[in-house]
């Protein structure tokens, strides 16, 4: 299956902007939906966005809708998570993952998962 590897966690200060991307490996990346996914130190995995395999459907969390834009360019085999005015609470380890087609909300649904990149909001 595919193979995902994310990149672009860093330190951030809070109101700055950071972009992730996943880079992916393998044939089927155009016919997967891919999802971000984040976990904080003694939270669970928390949905932050996803998209279909063509890129016309985009879920978002509520909270980051209007701030986070969730792409992907699919000759490169990379989505990317554009994130933007970051907060202190959104620092967290920041996961990429796949399905077939269709995007979802849930991380159980997502059949490939990356080792993750951590974003740190602080001054």
Same mark, same amino acid.
């Given at each position: 299956?595919?193979?995902?590897?994310?990149?672009?966690?860093?330190?951030?200060?809070?109101?700055?902007?950071?972009?992730?991307?996943?880079?992916?490996?393998?044939?089927?990346?155009?016919?997967?939906?891919?999802?971000?996914?984040?976990?904080?130190?003694?939270?669970?995995?928390?949905?932050? %966005? *996803?998209?279909?395999?063509?890129? +016309?459907? @985009?879920? !978002?969390?509520?909270?980051?809708? =209007?701030?986070? &834009?969730?792409?992907?360019?699919?000759?490169?085999?990379?989505?990317?998570?554009?994130?933007?005015?970051?907060?202190?609470?959104?620092?967290?380890?920041?996961?990429? %993952? *796949?399905?077939?087609?269709?995007? +979802?909300? @849930?991380? !159980?649904?997502?059949?490939?998962? =990356?080792?993750? &990149?951590?974003?740190?909001?602080?001054?």
């Amino acid at each position: 299956q595919v193979q995902l590897v994310e990149s672009g966690g860093g330190l951030v200060q809070p109101g700055g902007s950071l972009t992730l991307s996943c880079a992916t490996s393998g044939d089927t990346f155009s016919t997967s939906a891919m999802g971000w996914f984040r976990q904080a130190p003694g939270k669970g995995r928390e949905f932050v %966005a *996803a998209i279909s395999g063509n890129g +016309a459907v @985009t879920y !978002y969390k509520s909270s980051v809708r =209007g701030r986070f &834009t969730i792409s992907r360019d699919n000759a490169k085999k990379t989505a990317y998570l554009q994130m933007h005015n970051l907060e202190f609470e959104e620092t967290a380890k920041y996961y990429c %993952a *796949a399905r077939p087609y269709v995007p +979802a909300r @849930t991380a !159980y649904e997502f059949d490939a998962w =990356g080792q993750g &990149t951590q974003v740190t909001v602080s001054y």
